[in-house]
């Protein structure tokens, strides 16, 4: 039997009991802030990549009530609401969650879903050829996800945008033909309307270029921007200025997308 402590419905639960908690911190009325909407949004769409493994076991009408419950936060996460909207459907969640574990708890003792997401590097070597970058990008990997665990948020989120765009920049340079990456709607162009040379595109290019040409998928690029906004924390007057902060709870949903991301790209 598959160890049902470590299903998608447990992965979901837990992110949900994390959010719930993370959401009745602040002490305003209503849910402005676009960075906490935004891991509002990231928890969201993460069942439905959750739901994917689970419909192996389920039919869409075993989990629909779940569905609508993740679709409310959804559709909240894009409009200034009250934070005690939020609260209550986080609850219905972890309810419902908590419920149909108990209800399924065979099915899913039962049923053998894809292991959980690892910590461990990926393999490189699919677009970097040169030994000692992949060595450099291993470390890398290992670093953020010490940072993570040891709760340094910062350190981990900053290096996390560094990664993803060597990772990128790798995958376009091992590219035979480079023409749909530079003729692609999203590239960036300077002011002359001709396409910046790879060296002077920011993440966000790379990133936006990856989701044209499907090397990531829209619910991933959806919520990739989390990374990209983090990543510029490495600048104390600019968390300053914008008044930016992330916790360790911020940084292990970004890093799941950081991986996903990373894991597309690779392919």
């Known amino acids: 039997m598959a160890d049902h402590t470590n299903t998608p419905i447990d992965a979901a639960l837990a992110e949900a009991t ?78 419902t969650l908590t419920e149909f574990r108990t209800t399924n708890v065979i099915r899913l003792s039962e049923a053998s879903f894809a292991p959980p997401t690892t910590d461990a590097p990926p393999d490189f070597s699919t677009v970097i050829t040169n030994d000692l970058m992949k060595q450099i990008l291993e470390d890398r990997w290992n670093e953020i996800a010490a940072c993570v665990t040891a709760k340094a948020p910062l350190s981990a989120t900053v290096m996390m945008g560094g990664l993803l765009e060597s990772v990128l920049y790798a995958k376009i340079e091992k590219l035979p033909d480079k ?54 924390l490495v600048h104390p007057h600019k968390q300053y200025s914008e008044k930016m902060f992330v916790d360790p709870d911020d940084a292990k949903i970004l890093w799941e997308i950081v991986k996903s991301i990373a894991r597309q790209s690779l392919k």
């Open 18 to 95: 994390t959010l719930r908690a993370r959401t009745k911190k602040p002490k305003t009325p209503q849910v402005k802030s676009v960075d906490e909407r935004d891991i509002i949004k990231a928890t969201a769409l993460a069942w439905f990549s959750h739901r994917k493994l689970l419909t192996a076991v389920f039919t869409p009408a075993d989990l629909v009530e779940i569905d609508k419950l993740y679709q409310r936060l959804l559709d909240a996460s894009g409009r200034v609401v009250l934070r005690s909207i939020y609260l209550d459907v986080l609850k219905q969640i972890t309810d």
């Open 179 to 232: 023409k749909p990456v530079f003729s692609a709607a999203a590239a960036p162009k300077d002011g002359t309307g001709k396409t910046k040379p790879l060296p002077d595109w920011m993440l966000n290019n790379y990133l936006d270029v990856a989701k044209e040409l499907k090397w990531i998928t829209e619910i991933v690029h959806s919520i990739s921007h989390e990374v990209r906004d983090y990543r510029n």
